[in-house]
Nanobody, 125 residues
Framework: VQLQASGGGLVQVGGSLRLSCAAS????????VAWFRQAPRKDRELLGI???????YYVDSVKGRFTISTDDARNTVYLQMNSLKPEDTAVYYC????????????????????WGKGTLVTVSS
């Protein structure tokens, strides 16, 4: 499956953005889909993952601010980001895998075999 992330941009502190991860090539409605980000000079970090069927995990740093949702008809997964902070500035990536990673595997980028090109989010103070 090919993934395309979009929706990044410049936003002020406290603002919101919605990122999209559109899939092509096949349906990915049964894939686990995750959102990662990578800030300058930092490792790529997991933000959240949906294993579908309503099962979603978020890391503590974004819990309550970020929401993952899916639109199977559009073959798209979204990341709604609210109450943005300067430390949210990063390149954001979506990733998917037909073999859903669980436990500590979900944090590892190597657990996902499909990646979209990143989209840059800049939060200005």
């Amino acid at each position: 499956v090919q993934l395309q992330a979009s929706g990044g941009g410049l936003v002020q502190v406290g603002g919101s953005l919605r990122l999209s991860c559109a899939a092509s090539g096949r349906s990915f409605t049964n894939d686990a889909v995750a959102w990662f980000r990578q800030a300058p000079r930092k490792d790529r970090e997991l933000l959240g993952i949906t294993w579908r069927h309503g099962n979603i995990y978020y890391v503590d740093s974004v819990k309550g601010r970020f929401t993952i949702s899916t639109d199977d008809a559009r073959n798209t997964v979204y990341l709604q980001m609210n109450s943005l902070k300067p430390e949210d500035t990063a390149v954001y990536y979506c990733a998917a895998d037909q073999n859903p990673p669980y436990g500590n595997s979900k944090f590892k980028p190597s657990s996902y075999n499909s990646w979209g090109k990143g989209t840059l989010v800049t939060v200005s103070s």
